[in-house]
C-alpha cells in the first residue's frame, strides 16, 4: 500500500543546532515533494519544493533533500530558534491535482 | 493583501444535521483545494476546484459531502446527516494557477464538532 512516514515522535533539539526531519514514503513515484510548517491551530504553511530530478535545495536556514532511490527526504533547519518550533509536514505530488501529506513531525527548540 | 479566509472558525452540530462551511480564497486566485485534518493526521485532499468547475473531486468520502464554487471565487462545502467521524478541521487553500505546483495558500480552518 502506499505510504508516507514521518517520525510521530516529537524532536527535541537544543537552539543553535540542526534540526533534521525525515520523511519516507513507498508505493509513489512523486514528481515533487513540499515541505510545510503549520502551528496550532493554523493552517499548514508552504516552505520548499523540490523536484525529482533535483537532489538538494535550500532557502535561508532551510535544506531539503530528495533522494528517490531511497525513496526519502530530509529537511534541515540549520541554527534552530525557538520561533521554529512547529509541525513540520511533508507532501508528495504524484499526478492528477492531489497532493498527499504526511502526519508531520512536531518540533521543539529549547533556548 | 487578506489571506484565505474561513468561517465559521467553529461550529459544533449534533449528529444527523446539515452544516455549510465557507472559503473565501485570496482575490484573482483561480484554484481552489478543500482538505480535512483529523487530530495527529497531515490534511486529506478532499476537492479541487479550477474556476468554477470541480477538476477532481476523487477525495470527497461519500455523497453526504458536496461543494460548490458558482462564481469561482467563495467555495462552500456541504455535509449533509453529519456523522460523528466527521469531527476535524477542515481546511480551505488556494493558489495562483492551474499548476499543481504553484504555491497553496492555506486559511485557518473551520473546526467542525459533530456531537
Known amino acids: 500500500s502506499q505510504k508516507i512516514e514521518q517520525n510521530s515522535e516529537a524532536l527535541n533539539i537544543q537552539e543553535g543546532k540542526t534540526a533534521t526531519l525525515t520523511c519516507n514514503y513507498t508505493?509513489?513515484?512523486?514528481?515533487?515533494l513540499q515541505w510545510y510548517r503549520q502551528d496550532p491551530g493554523r493552517g499548514p504553511v508552504f516552505l520548499l519544493l523540490i523536484r525529482e530530478n533535483e537532489k538538494e535545495k535550500r532557502k535561508e536556514r532551510l535544506k531539503v533533500t530528495f533522494d528517490t532511490t531511497l525513496k526519502q527526504s530530509l529537511f534541515h533547519i540549520t541554527a534552530s530558534q525557538p520561533a521554529d518550533s512547529a509541525t513540520y509536514l511533508c507532501a508528495l505530488y504524484t499526478g492528477g491535482f492531489k497532493t498527499i501529506f504526511g502526519a508531520g513531525t512536531r518540533l521543539f527548540v529549547k533556548a | 493583501g487578506a489571506g484565505v479566509s474561513q468561517t465559521p472558525s467553529n461550529k459544533v452540530t449534533e449528529k444527523g444535521k446539515y452544516v455549510e462551511l465557507r472559503c473565501d480564497p485570496i482575490s484573482g486566485h483561480t484554484a481552489l483545494y478543500w482538505y480535512r485534518q483529523s487530530l495527529g493526521q497531515g490534511p486529506e485532499f478532499l476537492i479541487y476546484f479550477q474556476g468554477t468547475g470541480a477538476a477532481d473531486d476523487s477525495g470527497l468520502p461519500n455523497d453526504r459531502f458536496f461543494a460548490v464554487r458558482p462564481e469561482g471565487s467563495v467555495s462552500t462545502l456541504k455535509i449533509q446527516r453529519t456523522e460523528r467521524g466527521d469531527s476535524a478541521v477542515y481546511l480551505c487553500?488556494?493558489?495562483?494557477?492551474?499548476?499543481?505546483?504553484?504555491?497553496?495558500?492555506f486559511g485557518p480552518g473551520t473546526r467542525l464538532t459533530v456531537l
Open positions: 487553500a488556494s493558489s495562483s494557477s492551474d499548476s499543481v505546483s504553484d504555491t497553496q495558500y
Open positions: 508505493n509513489y513515484s512523486p514528481a515533487y
